[in-house]
């Protein structure tokens, strides 16, 4: 037995160092990493591979943030106070947060800039994708702007809320000429700087129009008001939805139709969310159909045709996950509006999960529908 058990041993460990020997040495710096910094880095099959000076410490794990595929990736120390590590395997492509474990103490990599999510600032890597283009900015053609607004509300006490709107390349060159406005909202732990950052908004929209694939349309983008909602409560989430409601429709849109060229009415008026953000659209639109006309949900939640009423409420709908939720649950559901004569779309991005991959997938596969 313990002769099975040695032989067992002696493959299990051949067989792994054949794994890290197939590790192509190709690493260069992620495009997250702070001017000046090497570390993470990715390889072209898709291994990350982490760096961190702590001279001092006993254990440092990388750890994985909400969404993704990376899990903790242990780092080993060397001689020079440099604890380095590789994940097991490689990583699905795109973005993923991560933090790191000095000893116990949760900190952010200083090798990366900061992307707000999980409900804190945190590391971010990312992993090319093979269809990386469709969010690269380009030179050859004219950009839009990314601006950060603030807006009056009196939801919890009279203050100023901030937004991102973007605006496109044309925008104000006719002083006569008004757009459609998308409004956009992120996930749980996240909040209005997480689209126009890790969602790569700005580039999506840029390349769409440029190529005549997107009416030109604005996309705002604020908090959501759901992150100290807890996931299991139904009355706090509730509750939250009603407060994006009353924000959304009675203050951020009065806001941005007085000061932006909009066209301020229902049929140029979409609204579009991720996971929770996917929840609040859901609910928001449900809620007051008037103010809507195109509604779009991402990993975060279904249509039913009973919910909405009636295809005469809404010109379109939109409905994606990743290929690794449960497709099959957005697929049947917009086939259920199709058969009730609503016009709507799926989308499943292929190889990928609850990450931003799948939403920058999903709204350059819903803009070309808006508006047209």
């Known amino acids: 037995m313990k002769k099975f058990l040695s032989i067992y041993a002696l493959i299990s460990l051949g067989m792994a160092m054949q794994a890290q020997e197939l590790i192509i040495e190709d690493f260069v710096p992620s495009e997250t990493c702070q001017p000046g910094q090497e570390y993470p880095q990715v390889n072209s099959q898709g291994y990350v591979r982490f760096r961190v000076y702590a001279p001092e410490a006993n254990s440092v794990i990388s750890s994985a943030g909400l969404g993704g595929a990376m899990h903790g990736t242990p780092l080993t120390k060397n001689t020079d106070g440099y604890f380095i590590g590789t994940t097991a395997s490689p990583e699905d492509p795109g973005f993923h947060y991560y933090t790191i474990n000095i000893d116990g ?144 429709v009675d203050e951020l849109i009065p806001y941005i139709d007085a000061n932006f060229l909009t ?76 058969a009730a004569g609503y016009s709507a779309q799926s989308y499943v991005s292929p190889g990928t999960g609850h990450e931003f991959l799948t939403w920058r997938r999903s709204l350059h596969e819903m803009a070309p529908q808006l508006f047209k």
């Open 105 to 248: 103490a949760v900190i952010m990599d200083p090798g990366t800039n900061p992307y707000y999510g999980c409900g804190r600032w945190a590391s971010g890597v990312e992993v090319p994708a093979s269809d990386k283009d469709f969010y690269t900015e380009r030179l050859d053609i004219a950009h839009g702007n990314m601006s950060l607004i603030h807006f009056p509300s009196n939801y919890q006490g009279q203050q100023l809320r901030p937004a991102y709107v973007y605006t496109p390349a044309d925008y104000g060159k006719n002083p006569s000429k008004r757009y459609p406005v998308l409004y956009l909202q992120h996930g749980w732990g996240e909040n209005e700087t997480s689209w126009p950052v890790q969602g790569k908004v700005a580039q999506i929209m840029d390349n769409l129009i440029a190529d005549g694939d997107a009416e030109p349309m604005l996309v705002v983008m604020t908090y959501g008001l759901t992150n100290n909602v807890k996931f299991g409560d139904r009355q706090g989430i509730a509750d939250a939805m009603k407060a994006l409601e009353t924000v959304l």
């Open 263 to 338: 066209v301020a009415d229902k049929e140029h008026r979409a609204m579009a969310g991720l996971s929770m953000g996917g929840m609040g659209t859901h609910a928001v639109t449900l809620a007051r159909p008037e103010v809507f006309n195109y509604y779009g949900i991402m990993s975060g939640g279904i249509y039913t045709p009973e919910e909405i009423g009636s295809p005469d409420l809404v010109k379109h709908v939109f409905i994606s996950c990743g290929s690794k939720e449960n497709p099959d649950k957005v697929t049947e559901a917009v086939d259920a509006l199709k």
